[in-house]
């Protein structure tokens, strides 16, 4: 199978490329180093009017051998306060990654999930407690002023800080 | 000097002493020339200008006991050892008991040589293969092997297609006859019609005395009965986008051809009457292949044997434009790639497990699916056959292991 994985890859690969100029909150999506294709770094901007605004959060993407079967391991680099995130290791809870992942996704989709993830949170599956019980007790300018500094804090700088 | 074991070589002169001559190696004679240093003039120096070989260029060893120099043949068989000979020569008392060395070494690089098959041809040999080579015509050559054993010659046929034989000459050739690799012809089940064209399906004969020219007439006979086949074929491959065999050969009587929609017909057609209606299978979703099923059932009786069978076949399909060939589309859309592995050929097989939902119609390889749906807990199973949803629209897909 692992012949198979690389040459999905480099299909997705050569779509990415392609499709460049569509993807307005992608900054960049591409493999670390030329000749791995199974470790790829994504950076997502934040959206305007949103409290991200401005950041730029960098993504550790890990290719499994066993992809598309499995889905790819994915983690923020960059710091982010997001109920769906852990603050520590950067973990994403996204439905799409776990249970509900199938072939049919391709990295860029999953990107572009992760990107309407940020300003579509999920407060009832959390892993940022702190940040999910604001948006549940309905504290949505707490909420809001609290991601806004953590990503002046964090994202506005030059992303490889971690 | 006791040169006297050597009736071959002649002494030149004695001042400096100088032998010219050959040396008599397993049957052959190899050219030497050499030079011995005078006893009481103490010229070292060579002169070997004069009595050299015509064609010797530098001294093959030298050493205070003289120096040899030889023909192209004998540095050939001795490159490679010069240095171990050096050193035999330093250790020499004097050049015969050397000479007698050299004989040795060279005994033994020839024989291991001719061991490994490098064996001279007899002249007999190389006149025949020229003339039956002559015969034919040189410009039909387009291969030849270093000593002639393997020639490739092509042939076109009345349609200007190009096909190559290829001739072998044994090393014994002509007592023993050439042999010829057949021709790359369909296989024809029915033995009977096969026997009426005087197909001889065990290939070329090529007897003892029958040469390469009537070889090749037979073989174009061979050519001529299959043209109109060919025809047939080549159709097929220009004029639609043939998903299976990736690259057809002369023999292959099978073609699958892409009818858009991931659909395709694979047709079968008999090599000695390419124009009758051929065995066909239909694949694709059962909504989209059962209409042209019954369109080709109603419309059987349409079929012209004045038209090649693609035409025919857009003619009982009523497909008005025309199967979708490589003038009119674009590869990518009829080679729809796997939704799992994105490639259309792998590992042999195209996709051809399709999601049967109209709207959806996403193709897989039955590997790649069988694979997916089995590392999905929903999945269920019935003996061999999985039921899951498709990894596309989520409506349920069912296949079968593939066969290993």
């Known amino acids: ?162 | 000097m006791a040169m006297h074991q050597f009736p071959l070589l002649v002494q030149w002169s004695s001042e400096p002493e100088i032998y010219h001559g050959f040396l008599s190696v397993m049957d052959r004679e190899l050219e030497i020339c050499i030079e011995m240093p005078g006893t009481g003039a103490g010229r070292t120096g060579s002169t070997l200008t004069k009595a050299g070989p015509r064609n010797a260029s530098k001294n093959i060893l030298s050493s205070r006991i003289g120096c040899i120099s030889g023909s192209e043949e004998l540095k050939e068989i001795l490159s490679g050892q010069e240095t171990q000979l050096q050193q035999k020569m330093e250790e020499a008392k004097d050049m015969a008991s050397f000479l007698v060395e050299l004989v040795d070494t060279l005994e033994v690089t020839m024989s291991n040589r001719s061991a490994k098959g490098d064996k001279e041809r007899p002249l007999r040999y190389w006149t025949h293969v020229m003339e039956q080579l002559d015969a034919l015509g040189w410009d039909r050559v387009t291969l030849v092997d270093q000593d002639l054993s393997r020639v490739q010659i092509e042939l076109c046929d009345a349609s200007q297609r190009k096909h190559l034989i290829t001739a072998r000459f044994p090393p014994a050739y002509p007592t023993m006859p050439l042999s010829i690799a057949p021709l790359e012809i369909p296989v024809c089940e029915d033995d009977q019609l096969a026997a009426q064209h005087g197909l001889n399906m065990g290939g070329l004969s090529s007897k003892q005395g029958i040469g390469l020219e009537d070889v090749i007439r037979q073989a174009e006979g061979q050519l001529e009965i299959f043209r109109e086949f060919w025809d047939v074929m080549q159709d097929f491959d220009e004029r639609t986008w043939v998903i299976d065999p990736e690259k057809p050969t002369r023999a292959d009587k099978v073609r699958r051809c892409a009818l858009g929609n991931h659909c395709s017909i694979q047709v079968t057609v008999q090599p000695l009457s390419p124009r009758s209606m051929p065995d066909t299978r239909l694949f694709g979703p059962t909504a989209s292949i059962e209409p042209m099923r019954t369109k080709l059932y109603q419309n059987a009786g349409l079929w012209d044997v004045k038209k090649l069978p693609r035409e025919n076949l857009e003619v009982l399909l009523e497909l008005e434009s025309g199967f979708p060939s490589p003038i009119s589309t674009n590869k990518d859309d009829i080679n729809v790639g796997c939704g799992i592995c994105y490639s259309f050929r792998f590992e042999g097989q195209i996709p051809d497990q399709l999601c049967s939902h109209v709207k959806c119609q996403q193709p897989f390889h039955r590997a790649c699916l069988y694979e997916w749906l089995r590392s999905v807990p929903t999945t269920r199973q019935s003996f061999h056959t999985l039921f899951g949803a498709c990894p596309y629209c989520g409506e349920t897909i069912t296949t079968s292991a593939p066969k290993t």
Not at chain 1, 9 to 16: F, G, T, V
Not at chain 1, 117 to 123: A, S, V
């Open chain 1, 1 to 162: 199978m692992s012949s198979a994985v690389h040459r999905r890859m480099l299909k997705e690969y050569m779509a990415i490329q392609k499709n460049a100029a569509t993807r307005p909150h992608l900054e960049l999506l591409e493999p670390i180093q030329e000749d791995d294709l199974l470790h790829w770094q994504a950076i997502l901007l934040g959206t305007a009017d949103s409290a991200y605004e401005g950041g730029r959060f960098k993504l550790d993407i890990v290719i499994p051998t066993s992809y598309p079967i499995q889905s790819p391991t994915i983690r923020f680099v960059t710091k982010i306060c997001h109920p769906n995130v852990h603050f520590k290791t950067g973990e994403i809870c996204l439905d799409i990654l776990k249970s509900e992942w199938t072939p049919a996704w391709t990295l860029e989709s999953v990107c572009v999930a992760i990107s309407s993830l940020l300003t579509n949170p999920e407060p009832s599956s959390p892993l940022n407690c702190d940040a999910a019980n604001l948006l549940r007790c309905g504290d949505t300018a707490g909420y809001n002023s609290l991601v806004k500094m953590y990503t002046a804090l964090y994202a506005t700088g030059d992303c490889d800080e971690e």
